[in-house]
């Protein structure tokens, strides 16, 4: 099959984005398999002692702001997830985190958020998850191969707009990448969204 890449060519992260490759097509490019499916990833079941105080914030703020930026959308919506998220897990936040692999494998990260075993990668898009996915996809396939990864058998990433948040998972024995067929909405489905977040990271 042909190859959809040039590899004389540097392309990084938002690149494949960009070029509007789909998912499938690339994670073959490095020797990944790939499928949709419903993924009933398993959620946090303590106490989110301030989901509620959440909720409240970005209902409130949502009708005064103007989130056709992807800037506001991270401002206003996905960085108040962040830092609940950080609250919750006590883990360490890094934002535009660039790491560099190979010369096909590298950019920066919108969100790392890593424990000692644990990493959860966060993609932001302004729109377009199905392309956003293809990214997130090639982030997920660049910490599997990234020396300073932990030992997690599974790698679990996402992509959103705010609004919208998609999740994929790379099982990294098999080297197979799963895309999540649920979608979820914020703040209609932040309690699930949340527990979602924090259990990836314990």
Do not use: C
Request: glycine share 4%.
């Amino acid at each position: 099959m042909k190859s959809i890449l040039n590899p004389e060519q540097t392309y990084t992260f938002s690149k494949f984005f960009e070029l509007k490759i789909r998912a499938d097509e690339f994670v073959r490019e490095f020797g990944y398999k790939f499928s949709r499916k419903r993924l009933s990833l398993p959620q946090f079941q303590g106490d989110l002692d301030r989901l509620e105080a959440l909720n409240s914030r970005i209902t409130e703020v949502l009708p005064y702001t103007d989130l056709s930026s992807e800037t506001s959308r991270r401002e206003i919506l996905i960085s108040q997830v962040v830092i609940d998220l950080v609250h919750y897990t006590q883990s360490e936040l890094r934002i535009e985190y660039p790491i560099k692999v190979t010369e096909q494998l590298q950019g920066y990260l919108d969100y790392l958020l890593r424990t000692q075993k644990e990493l959860l990668v966060i993609e932001a898009k302004r729109q377009d998850l199905d392309y956003g996915f293809t990214q997130l996809a090639a982030e997920l396939i660049a910490l599997d191969q990234w020396d300073h990864t932990p030992d997690q058998p599974v790698i679990i990433g996402a992509v959103t707009t705010g609004k919208l948040w998609e999740f994929g998972q790379l099982n990294r024995a098999e080297k197979h990448i799963e895309q999540g067929l649920e979608s979820y909405r914020v703040p209609e489905d932040l309690d699930p969204l949340m527990r979602i977040l924090v259990q990836a990271l314990l």
